[in-house]
């Protein structure tokens, strides 16, 4: 399967991978799309979508966690989040019940790289968003040797990071303009709100509200709301606080479209050199993460355009890749194409679908 952006998706393109919206799925696996489906999934927020090809047949992005969680994680939150203000027992159990089952996936898988694009609309952003931050700390607990009750905690902090957002309306979070003094205000209080929600209305562990309280400091003490400086902010929240930023960029939202990993990734590096975020953590991150995701493609050192088939753990800059089309632009079939082992990329270029 390979990615293409939404303009480039023609009609009669079979779609590689389910779409979900919460617990529904609003087109399945293998299915042809119309004109009028394709401008639909636009008017949702979707910006790109896994497309079946003979040149890509091959290309398998992998997950943190099965799509069968994912949702799972989703509809449970949206649940909770938006019952924010009568968070009962019940509720809080089956988040924690959440959280286990993402850390027996995550213990349970061998060699983890973070390559997919995750389809998502408008309308779950807040809910995707926290499920999506806590695979990838999760993922980051497990490398640097958290146990399973740590990163059982931890798990229920990243679900749990943003539900002081709640509190803030959809015309603010979504708002394609800039914030004016009162809204980024607004915004800035969700951490302090997430904390006085979590210990004011829920039988959870203080560790669980200190996440919520504390995923937006930096470590210079330049972030909110309590402009905490390094060594008072819980090392497993500069850990959320990685995943959050990594997750906020890569995704599109009314006011701006998610930037590739490649580019996150360099802001990332730039964030740590100013001294905003923990080196260590943050080299963890990137040895999963990776620049130029399994199925996109990308223009070579060579001129020659490819496709990412694999990823190189050793050296993530350089991908497995099959050359689609020569520096000329001759374009292979899929027999004739040549495969790459390590090869050069010069960047992502826009993902094109290719019939
Ligand atoms: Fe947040």
């Known amino acids: 399967m390979r990615l293409v952006v939404l303009e480039k998706v023609v009609p009669g393109s079979i779609l590689a991978m389910d779409i979900r919206l919460g617990p529904t799925t609003l087109l399945r696996k293998g299915y042809k799309l119309s004109d009028w489906e394709i401008r639909a999934l636009g008017e949702r927020g979707i910006s790109a979508l896994y497309i079946e090809d003979k040149l890509s047949e091959d290309c398998i992005p ?7 969680t994912r949702t799972l994680a ?25 959280a286990e089952v993402m850390v027996d996936e995550i213990l349970e898988r061998k060699d983890i790289t973070v390559t997919i694009h995750d389809l998502r609309t408008y309308d779950d952003y807040t809910f995707r968003h926290s499920v999506n931050v806590t695979a990838l700390s999760l993922t980051i607990g497990r490398e640097i040797g958290l146990e399973r009750s740590e990163l059982q905690m931890l798990a ?26 009162e809204e980024r205000k607004e915004v800035q209080n969700h951490p302090l709100r ?21 995923h937006h400091e930096s470590l210079d003490g330049s972030g909110y709301p309590d402009r905490r400086k390094a060594g008072d902010i819980h090392p497993w929240a500069k850990l959320i606080t990685v995943a959050d930023i990594w997750d906020a960029l890569r995704s599109d939202r009314p006011y701006k479209k998610g930037w590739p990993a490649d580019k996150v990734i360099e802001l990332l590096k730039s964030l740590e050199m100013k001294g ?6 943050l080299r963890t991150f990137l040895s999963f993460v990776m620049p130029y995701p399994t199925g996109t493609e990308v223009l070579l050192s060579s001129g020659e355009k490819g496709l990412v088939l694999e990823q190189n753990r050793e ?14 632009g001759f374009q292979f079939t899929r027999e004739e194409a040549p495969v790459l082992p390590l090869a050069e990329v010069r960047q992502l270029s826009i993902v094109q679908s290719i019939q």
């Open 62 to 68: 992998t997950e943190t966690i099965s799509e069968r």
């Open 74 to 98: 989703v509809t449970t939150l949206e649940d909770a989040y938006r019952n924010f203000n009568a968070l009962s027992k019940d509720r809080v159990r089956r988040v924690r019940h959440i």
């Open 156 to 181: 229920m902090g990243g679900l749990f990071h943003d539900i002081g957002k709640m509190e803030i309306s959809l015309d603010i979070l979504n708002k394609k303009g800039p914030l004016d003094d």
């Open 194 to 214: 997430g904390f006085d929600l979590l210990s004011e209305r829920t039988e959870t562990e203080p560790l669980i509200w200190a996440l919520a309280r504390q």
């Open 276 to 281: 905003k975020l923990d080196r260590k953590t």
């Open 315 to 328: 050296e993530p800059e350089r991908p497995v890749v099959r050359i689609i089309e020569t520096a000329t």
